[in-house]
C-alpha cells in the first residue's frame, strides 16, 4: 500500500492526498441530501450540521480541483473560502456565517433551532452550495 492509499485510523477511513475533487464533491452531494433528510424527520439541528458539512466538502472539493493538493484541515467554512481565493458575494456570505456557528458541537448545546430556522438555512444552501459547485466546475 503506497504512501497516499486509503487507510483507517481508528477504525476511521482518512482521507489521503491523492483523493479527487471529485470524491470531495461526491461526499458534499450526500451530507447535502442528509440535511434535507433530517429536516424532513424534524431534526433542525441536526439538518443545520449536516447542511455545514456539505459547504464545508464543497469547498475542500474546489480547493483539490484548484490546488491539487489535500484541502485544509478545518471546519471553518470562512478559513476554507479564503483558502480557495473565493469571493463570496454579499447575498452569500450571512449564510456562510450562519453555518460558519454550526458544527458537530451544535448537536449538544441544546440552542433552540426551529423547523422554520431550519428549512430558511437549508434554502439559503442550497444557493451557497450551488456557486461554490458552479466555481469548481470551471476550474
Known amino acids: 500500500m503506497g504512501p497516499d492509499a486509503p487507510r483507517k485510523k481508528h477504525g ?4 489521503t492526498a ?5 470524491d470531495w464533491q461526491a461526499q458534499a452531494e450526500r451530507e447535502r441530501a442528509t440535511a434535507y433528510a433530517l429536516q424532513q424527520v424534524e431534526r433542525p439541528r441536526a439538518a443545520l450540521v449536516f447542511a455545514h458539512l456539505a459547504v464545508e466538502k464543497a469547498l ?4 483539490r480541483a484548484q490546488h491539487d493538493a489535500h484541502p485544509p484541515v478545518s471546519h471553518n467554512l470562512v478559513y476554507l473560502a479564503e483558502r480557495t481565493n473565493l469571493l463570496i458575494p454579499a ?6 456565517d450562519r453555518l460558519n456557528d454550526v458544527s458537530i458541537v451544535h448537536l449538544y448545546s441544546g440552542a433552540p433551532t426551529t423547523a422554520a430556522d431550519a428549512a430558511s438555512v437549508l434554502a439559503a444552501t442550497d ?13
Do not use: C, G, M, N
Not at 18 to 22: N, T
Not at 60 to 63: D, E, I, N, Q
Not at 127 to 139: C, G, K, M, P, Y
Open 12 to 15: 476511521i477511513l482518512v482521507h
Open 18 to 22: 491523492d483523493q479527487p475533487a471529485s
Open 60 to 63: 475542500k472539493a474546489l480547493y
Open 91 to 96: 447575498e452569500l456570505q450571512p449564510t456562510l
Open 127 to 139: 444557493r451557497l452550495f450551488d456557486w461554490i459547485t458552479d466555481h469548481q466546475a470551471s476550474v
